[in-house]
């Protein structure tokens, strides 16, 4: 649903139930497809005025049931059976705003706060854990004949706790500051460059710089791009969501993952 609520105010709510059965394909007692029952409910808050000022505020509520593994009566060739669980409680609430400041430029603000409860279960290993985000970013933007440029800082904090393999446990908090310059010396030729810095509580300070030119020719559009970036590990795979923790080993010595493109 959706409407306006005044003339510079609007809303708008979008909510959902889905199920699905569980499916073993090629009959071998095995869930190749988990059943699961989902409710969603998404609700967004509009306001605009006339000089082009604009806020979002949008909050967010999941909960999730997910059943697979052996079906019902079915074992493992061992004789055992493996039921595979992930029950899932998520919230979140964000908001997106700008703001003009007259000749200055254009002040942007976006934060968000994210909430995740799940309980897992793999075979006979059970496990209750917690992610959690928080987000915010505050930047400027502004412009001069063939420029634009934007400057601005950010902070995010992620935590991750489990109760049963508390070895995983992190909590990784990063302030930063970036800037960024797009010129245009001649209608065929964009120049960018931009450079970020990150304050890492566990794996240090890093500079992320990127350069880019888009050169447009006739029908044809070239662009060169050369910068770095860098992650920082957490211990979800692919593979961890389908056995859990209990099959590795905690982090010891580990490293920032960096990148060169």
Excluded: C
């Amino acid at each position: 649903v959706s409407g306006p609520l005044t003339g510079i105010w609007a809303f708008s709510g979008l909510g959902s139930l889905n199920r699905q059965d569980e499916s073993d394909i090629n009959h071998d007692g095995w869930s190749d497809i988990p059943a699961f029952n989902r409710v969603l409910l998404r609700p967004r808050l509009f306001w605009q005025d006339d000089g082009g000022d604009s806020i979002l505020v949008s909050g967010g509520f999941t909960q999730e049931g997910r059943n697979g593994g052996t079906l019902t009566g079915m074992t493992l060739p061992d004789g055992t059976s493996f039921p595979v669980k992930l029950d899932t409680e998520r919230w979140d609430l964000g908001t997106v705003s700008q703001f003009r400041l007259n000749q200055i430029g254009t002040l942007a603000f976006s934060a968000s706060v994210m909430g995740e409860d799940d309980f897992h279960r793999w075979g006979a290993v059970t496990d209750y854990d917690h992610h959690g985000t928080v987000f915010n970013e505050l930047s400027l933007t502004g412009s001069l004949p063939s420029q634009v440029w934007t400057v601005g800082s950010a902070f995010q904090q992620d935590i991750y706790r489990s109760r049963n393999f508390t070895g995983f446990n992190y909590t990784y908090t990063v302030p930063a500051l970036f800037a960024q310059d797009e010129y245009s010396p001649a209608d065929w030729l964009d120049l960018a460059a931009s450079l970020r810095a990150d304050f890492h509580n566990v794996f240090g300070n890093f500079l992320s710089p990127r350069l880019s030119a888009l050169i447009h020719a006739d029908e044809w559009t070239f662009r060169a791009t050369a910068g770095g970036g860098v992650y920082a590990p957490t211990p979800f795979t692919e593979d961890v969501s389908d056995t859990g923790f209990s099959k590795i080993l905690p982090f010891q010595g580990i490293k920032a993952e960096t990148a060169q493109a």
